[in-house]
């Protein structure tokens, strides 16, 4: 193990079982922008073991999940914090991020139950 100067965005959120089609495309087109910026990589990750034994704060506790819903963990990894800020400032100026057929659109995904963050890569292989 190494560690490393990379840096990672980390997202939580739920999405309606129902939604997760819509969300997968919407995620794809991201991965296809972020990508297309710079981002050396870009997961987008449904739960599926999010009860293991012995754990008292699970997923499902944190983001109140409801059985019609699914926990996405998805991350973005970038060479470091300045890369990050450089990708997605490019990302916001794409023309298809500010497509207005997506104006009043409704996100596939509860916006308020979403949490994300910046983190510093520590270990890596």
Not at 17 to 36: D, Q, S, V
Request: hydrophobic share 35%.
């Amino acid at each position: 193990m190494k560690t490393s100067s990379r840096y990672v965005d980390g997202f939580l959120l739920v999405v309606s079982k129902k939604n997760l089609p819509a969300y997968r495309r919407m995620a794809a087109e991201g991965c296809r922008i972020w990508k297309k910026y710079g981002a050396l990589d870009y997961k987008e990750c449904v739960g599926d073991d999010l009860k293991p034994k012995g754990v008292t704060l699970t997923f499902p506790k944190i983001v109140k999940q409801k059985p019609s819903e699914v926990i996405i963990f998805s991350y973005i990894t970038y060479k470091s914090r300045a890369h990050r800020d450089q990708v997605n400032a490019k990302v916001m100026k794409d023309s298809s991020m500010n497509d207005p057929k997506y104006k009043n659109k409704p996100m596939p995904f509860d916006m308020k139950r979403m949490s994300f963050g910046g983190f510093t890569v520590i270990v890596s292989d």
